[in-house]
């Protein structure tokens, strides 16, 4: 069983960046697909990004696709989200989750393990 600890959030303005961390333990990490997802109060958690076992492929939400990108070093068990252009609308708990699945999923029931999240805010 794998778990799953995020870091990298904070307050950032509207047209800034951040990167966040996943660190795994506990588990086999190359052997997850991995996936980031994002919950606004009052909203449903969505699906963000998705990155396979090896790197490639990835898979992107169509509101975050050209200014977010996904990517893993298995050598760290690390999961990263590199977040360009932030928008107000970006903000919420991001939360990286694991899935033992082969194939990259994109819907929160399909991931196994969850960290705790971290919160992103994104200021006008």
């Known amino acids: 069983q794998v778990q799953l600890a995020e870091s990298g959030g904070g307050m950032v303005q509207a047209g800034g960046s951040l990167r966040l961390s996943c660190a795994a333990s506990?588990?086999?990490?190359?052997?997850?697909?991995m996936g980031w997802f994002r919950q606004a109060p009052g909203t449903e958690r969505e699906f963000v990004a998705a990155?396979?076992?090896?790197?490639?492929?990835?898979y992107y939400a169509n509101s975050v696709k050209g200014r977010f990108t996904i990517a893993r070093d298995n050598a760290k068990d690390t999961l990263y989200l590199q977040m360009n252009s932030l928008k107000p609308e970006d903000t919420a708990v991001y939360y990286c989750?694991?899935?033992?699945?082969?194939?990259?999923?994109?819907?929160?029931?399909?991931?196994?393990?969850w960290g705790q999240g971290t919160q992103v805010t994104v200021t006008s």
């Open positions: 989750a694991a899935t033992s699945r082969a194939l990259l999923a994109t819907t929160s029931g399909q991931y196994d393990y």
């Open positions: 506990g588990g086999t990490f190359s052997t997850y697909c």
């Open positions: 990155i396979s076992r090896t790197g490639w492929p990835t």
